[in-house]
């Protein structure tokens, strides 16, 4: 009998941990994980936050040290060696650019998202940047410290962390949001409202309900054209308006793919014999509704279940979703998804900078949001993933403690 094999495409936060995981499941089969890209895996969130204000350029945080995938017997192959051009489902083999083949038993994809362009004319200017990568990082890197004027085009998390450092470096800042308001699509508008007011006292310029709808190179300066006509003129233009799934892999597969790859509880496709895990799966939640999550928790959490479930275990509880962003002063966190919200409720004081919101759906608390408060989002977390049902009345009560709560649940 063959030694089984699994194979895992994509070496960022899911992949490496889905790695780790088989291989502290139990699994004594062949482990490969390929990515097309060069050099150990790296983690990316820092990149968009304390990375582009520190001092080092060069320096990368590996998600594991050369030495985890020896001692873990883990076969990492990257560039050429780690890129899949094709994939036979029948076989359960896939072809690779180098032009060799690797069977699987089992096909675990986890290559994540990319950002999404800009589609105007000029958004592809020498002057337009992205920040995703290690290289994009070190070449902002440089580029905010010479440059005096700086356009973000998108509000959301990754966006205004890149305003906040380049303000913070001593630039003159524009944002440039096409919705309403900051993170419409992530927060609730008390906690957009609180960082917009922020963003502005510290020197920042918002300009929300703006689209950009064409970027043009003035001799060495760049200008955005707006819809309304005006111009805005900066050297240095930063683009982060979201990301969508990357799902090239699962498209040779033939698994079906809708705002990612569809997968069930158990992050199966439709194929018993392939996965998709992190930023490029869609999961479905409780209500028959799909969602596609970013972020490093989920991707860890995914992997963990993808491994449990690959080598015949019953799965484990799951932490609920949790996110997070620097902005200045601000340390934003964020347990739960709440968009399905029907009422909100604030503790503390956001003029006093810390405080909480709330969020409740036909009176059940589903989430919140902190602001400088990380033990109320602390305990926040553990009253969710231990299950505990609260009610509005419960925790909105004027003495409430959240942390005390939590250590009662």
Not at 2 to 31: L, M, Y
Not at 181 to 202: F, G, K
Not at 245 to 265: F, Q
Not at 366 to 387: F, T, W, Y
Request: contains cysteine; glycine residues 10%.
């Amino acid at each position: 009998m063959s030694t089984p094999r699994v194979v895992i495409v994509g070496a960022g936060h899911a992949g490496v941990q889905a790695a780790g995981s088989i291989r502290a499941e139990g699994f004594d089969g062949t482990v490969v994980l390929l990515d097309e890209h060069h050099g150990l895996p790296y983690q990316r969130p820092p990149l968009s936050k304390d990375y582009l204000k520190g001092d080092d350029p060069a320096q990368r945080s590996l998600l594991r040290p050369q030495s985890f995938f020896a001692k873990n017997s883990i076969d990492l192959r990257l560039g050429q060696d780690g890129q899949v051009t094709g994939v036979d489902r029948g076989a359960r083999t896939l072809f690779l650019a180098s032009g060799a083949s690797l069977s699987y038993d089992h096909l675990v994809i986890a290559t994540g998202s990319r950002n999404r362009r800009l589609p105007v004319p000029g958004g592809d200017l020498p002057s337009v940047h992205q920040l995703r990568t290690h290289d994009d990082a070190v070449g902002l890197h440089g580029r905010l410290r010479r440059a005096s004027k700086v356009a973000v085009v998108g509000g959301g998390f990754v966006g205004l962390e890149i305003a906040a450092s380049a303000r913070t470096l001593g630039a003159q800042v524009t944002v440039i949001e096409s919705l309403p308001r900051l993170m419409a699509r992530s927060v609730t508008e008390i906690t957009a409202a609180h960082l917009a007011d922020l963003h502005r006292s510290q020197g920042v310029e918002l300009l929300l309900s703006t689209s950009v709808t064409r970027i043009t190179d003035r001799g060495g300066k760049t200008a955005l054209i707006t819809g309304s006509g005006d111009e805005i003129e900066a050297d240095l233009v930063v683009v982060g308006i979201g990301a969508e799934a990357v799902t090239d892999v699962a498209e040779l597969a033939g698994v079906p793919v809708d705002n990612g790859i569809v997968v069930d509880e158990f992050f199966r496709t439709d194929d018993p014999a392939i996965y998709a895990i992190g930023d490029c799966a869609s999961t479905p939640r409780a209500d028959g509704q799909r969602t596609r999550l970013e972020s490093v928790q989920s991707a860890v959490e995914h992997a963990k279940a993808v491994a449990r479930t690959i080598c015949g275990h019953p799965p484990a509880a799951r932490e609920v979703p949790w996110f997070w962003s620097n902005q200045h002063s601000a340390k934003l966190q964020i347990v739960g998804l709440v968009g399905a919200r029907d009422a909100e409720y604030v503790l503390g004081e956001p003029d006093q900078g810390s405080f909480n919101v709330l969020c409740f759906a036909q009176d059940r608390f589903i989430g919140g949001e902190s602001v400088n408060s990380p033990k109320d989002h602390l305990a926040m977390r553990r009253l969710l993933d231990r299950g505990a049902t609260l009610t509005v009345e419960e925790l909105t009560h004027p003495a409430v403690d959240l942390a005390a709560m939590a250590g009662r649940s």
